[in-house]
């Protein structure tokens, strides 16, 4: 098919059948997540005769509606264009029709899991001006049904907008070819994995654990409580709070290890295009995912990177795009592993006059040092002297280490926070141990918000 033949979006279309699959996956992990607490104990609790005998109608039974459900959704799934409008009906019992107006549309994405791969079609999310998420979502096309709506939706946005001019006046080109910023290789992922937060993976892995564990004791009684507190040797809470800390080794390497499979399935194969109407981004391995954002919906660019990616020189680059009520994750574009080349690359094009204006650059009030020496050093220490069961001798040299960290990290925020403002935009820069930064075109901006807590009005 010519990615010019749209034809077919003239009358009611569906999707591939591939999408009955698809629905039926994303109905099965709906089930599978509300009730998975319910198997885990079904599994490792004892099981009667007439209790397995329920348990596994249930289990059918919920199969099928989700199969039916499914089969249901695909049949009542139409999509098609008229009036300059892309119009999608669906809905089983209470039936619904979104109209998006081709000029309202902001982004056309397109994405592709393994499933979609294995049968070579593709998911297709459409976002609007006013929406929050994807408005518009087509489960499963053949590829070159999705290109050819693709090019079609923009082409006819872009026919609908006006019509940018360069600095003599004439038309902007519709059509150039793409220019490649940025390819990651396997050494990148490898960065990036390294360098990640960590954090995060640490505080999933005691969650579950815990959380597990709290589900088994409950379900299973006070006896299977005791058996797993005395194997570990839980006698009391600073025992607990020891192996915690013997455990804080495993959990760190595990953590590792989750975070180089994640960013190896995440950004395996990214490439980062610029193109002739913004940046385009490509990457994934059993998920493929393409993201675009045009200049004209860029809202703002911030590009960071923690202590570890200062090591190795590179940086997170994040391209926030305009939405109704904020710019969320759900309308960004993220680029990890960049280099200051990537990053200036896409200032120029964001933000073109920048290095030709004249910043007035501003610090913010002493006062934030207090702040954070109160909020976050001396209030959370002095609940860990009391309620942590652990021996003074521990307790005070700790905490007269965590006010001494905090007030000298305060010192440190309140030095590197800047922000600079010209004619034209802000710039804003800020961090301890990393740095983050912040660029805005005035132009861009769709309302101002103005906060003070009770501290900050006693203080003026």
């Known amino acids: 098919m010519n990615s010019s033949d749209v034809t077919f979006l003239s009358e009611p279309t569906r999707q591939s059948p591939v999408a009955i699959l698809l629905i039926l996956m994303k109905l099965g992990k709906t ?147 793409d220019e490649i910023l940025l390819k990651l290789e396997l050494q990148d992922l490898f960065k990036i994995g390294l360098t990640r937060n960590h954090l995060q993976n640490i505080g999933i892995i005691g969650a579950f654990f815990f959380g597990l564990y709290d589900i088994i004791t409950d379900a299973l009684g006070e006896n299977v409580r005791k058996t797993i507190d005395g194997y570990f040797n839980f006698s009391d809470e600073s025992s607990f709070f020891l192996f915690v800390l013997k455990i804080i080794p495993s959990i760190l390497i595990l953590s590792l290890f989750i975070s180089l499979v994640n960013t190896a399935l995440r950004y395996f194969d990214l490439r980062f295009y610029k193109t002739n109407r913004g940046f385009k981004l490509i990457s994934g391995l059993f998920t493929r995912q393409e993201q675009s954002a045009t200049f004209e919906k860029i809202q703002v660019i911030r590009w960071s990177s923690n202590i570890f990616q200062k090591y190795f020189g590179m940086k997170t680059l994040r391209l926030l795009q305009a939405a109704s009520t904020m710019v969320g994750r759900n309308k960004s574009i993220n680029v990890p592993g960049c280099y200051n080349s990537q990053v200036d690359a896409v200032r120029n094009s964001y933000f073109p006059e920048e290095k030709e204006l004249e910043f007035e650059s501003h610090s913010i009030s002493p006062l934030i040092i207090f702040r954070r020496f109160l909020y976050i050093g001396l209030l959370p220490g002095i609940g860990f002297l009391l309620l942590i069961p652990i021996i003074w001798k521990i307790k005070i040299p700790a905490f007269i280490l965590w006010l001494i960290i905090v007030f000298v990290t305060s010192r440190i925020y309140h030095k590197n926070w800047k922000y600079e403002i010209s004619t034209k935009g802000l710039r804003t820069h800020k961090g301890i141990l990393g740095e983050e930064d912040f660029l805005l075109k005035w132009y861009k901006v769709q309302s101002i918000k103005v906060q003070q807590s009770l501290y900050q009005k006693r203080k003026g």
Do not use: C
């Open 31 to 177: 089930v599978l997540r509300s009730l998975w607490p319910i198997v885990l104990v079904y599994v490792i609790g004892s099981k009667s005769e007439d209790g397995t005998s329920y348990f596994e109608m249930a289990v059918m039974g919920a199969a099928l509606l989700v199969a039916i459900s499914s089969i249901a959704s695909y049949f009542r799934f139409y999509f098609y264009v008229k009036n300059e409008e892309l119009i999608i009906e669906k809905g089983l019992f209470n039936r619904s029709k979104v109209n998006i107006p081709f000029d309202r549309i902001q982004t056309v994405n397109l994405q592709q899991n393994i499933i979609h791969q294995i049968f070579n079609v593709v998911s297709v999310e459409i976002d609007s001006a006013g929406s929050k998420g994807s408005e518009f979502s087509i489960h499963a096309l053949n590829r070159e049904q999705a290109y050819a709506i693709r090019e079609y939706l923009l082409s006819r946005k872009s026919e609908l907008e006006p019509v940018e001019e360069d600095a003599e006046g004439n038309a902007a080109p519709l059509h150039t070819n």
